[in-house]
Each structure stands twice: as structure tokens, then as C-alpha cells.
């Protein structure tokens, strides 16, 4: 079936860096953009980054611009958030989902992976 599956989360000392990993199954990746959202406790689900199914095109939130990169490599059907200079705002449940080719908007999600950036 169609899945995504996350990882990589984890507790970080603020300026620290973690790398996401979201591996796809049950669907041909190459075919789908892929994006990551993030939510921190009593806020609303926000779009971090997207990237092209080729990977030749990223969109990034204002608030992780030049701090993440997203990357995928369709070859292990898996898509990365590389973050840097981590924040303790950045503290968050982050989930991959992968973006409908009708509508433009996620149709897949994953279970989702625990970032906590604290000292």
C-alpha cells in the first residue's frame, strides 16, 4: 500500500543539525512532488519545504529559508530535510506527504517524526 515513513527526529541543542529521511512505497515517486510539514503543540500543520518530482525546483517556508534543504533521491524513493542552525521555534512533529498531482495538495502523510530543539 501507499506509505510514507519517517525519520530522523530527534533532540538537538539549539545551532545543532539533524537530517530528516521520508521513504516512499507502494506508488512511483518519480511521478509525485514531495513536501515537508511541520507542528508544534497548538499550532496549525505548516508547509516547511517542497521539491519538485525531479528535484529540480524547492519552495521553502520564510521561516527555515537558508537554514533547510530539501533533497530527494528517486533512485531509494526517499525524500531528506537537511536543518541547520536549529531553533528551539523548530521544535515540532514533522511529517512527509506526498502532493496530489490533481489539486496540488498532500493526499499521503506520514506517521510523522519528533524534532525538540532544546539546551
Known amino acids: 500500500q501507499v506509505q510514507l515513513v519517517e525519520s530522523g527526529g530527534g533532540l538537538v541543542q539549539p545551532g545543532g543539525s539533524l537530517r530528516l529521511s521520508c521513504a516512499a512505497s507502494?506508488?512511483?515517486?518519480?511521478?509525485?512532488?514531495m513536501s515537508w510539514y511541520r507542528q508544534a503543540p497548538g499550532k496549525d500543520r505548516e508547509l516547511v519545504a517542497r521539491i519538485s518530482n525531479s528535484g529540480d525546483r524547492t519552495y521553502y517556508a520564510d521561516s527555515v529559508k537558508g537554514r533547510c534543504t530539501v533533497s530527494r533521491d528517486n533512485a531509494k524513493n526517499t525524500v531528506y530535510l537537511q536543518m541547520n542552525s536549529l531553533k528551539s521555534e523548530d521544535t515540532a512533529a514533522y511529517y512527509c506527504a506526498r502532493i496530489s498531482n490533481f489539486g496540488f495538495r498532500p493526499d499521503v502523510w506520514g506517521q510523522g517524526t519528533q524534532v525538540t530543539v532544546s539546551s
Open positions: 507502494g506508488f512511483t515517486f518519480n511521478n509525485f512532488f
